[in-house]
């Protein structure tokens, strides 16, 4: 079992950056991959990135590539998904997920924080 929270989240205009962080106090985290996905209301859950138990592969969707970074300091056990350039299309509940290795789908994570709300203001 695995618990994680999430946190970081909050209000930002446009253009702005948020740094989030998904902790875990079991020292098994450092063993497990982490994804970060997103709800915005009325819309499914999706996959945003998504980073391997060392760190050394990482993984985004189209949409935030070249604009978010996902990290991880397994000394910390925590990820963190560095977001610059926000739209308002960035809007949303943010998830950490982990998974005994890197994930695309949502259905295949078996461990889930309780979400973060990151809203972007035009």
């Known amino acids: 079992q695995v618990q994680l929270v999430e946190s970081g989240g909050g209000l930002v205009q446009a253009g702005g950056s948020l740094r989030l962080?998904?902790?875990?106090s079991e020292r098994t985290f450092s063993s497990y991959a982490v994804g970060w996905f997103r709800q915005a209301p009325g819309k499914e859950r999706e996959f945003v990135a998504a980073i391997s138990w060392y760190g050394g592969n990482t993984y985004y969707?189209?949409?935030?590539?070249?604009?978010?970074?996902?990290?991880?300091?397994?000394?910390?056990?925590?990820?963190?998904?560095q977001m610059n350039s926000l739209t308002p299309e960035d809007t949303g509940v943010y998830y950490c997920a982990a998974e005994a290795g890197v994930r695309w789908s949502r259905n295949e994570y078996s461990f889930w924080g309780q979400g973060t709300q990151v809203t972007v203001s035009s």
């Open 61 to 81: 969707a189209d949409y935030v590539k070249g604009r978010f970074t996902i990290s991880r300091e397994n000394a910390k056990n925590t990820v963190y998904l």
């Open 21 to 24: 962080s998904c902790a875990a």
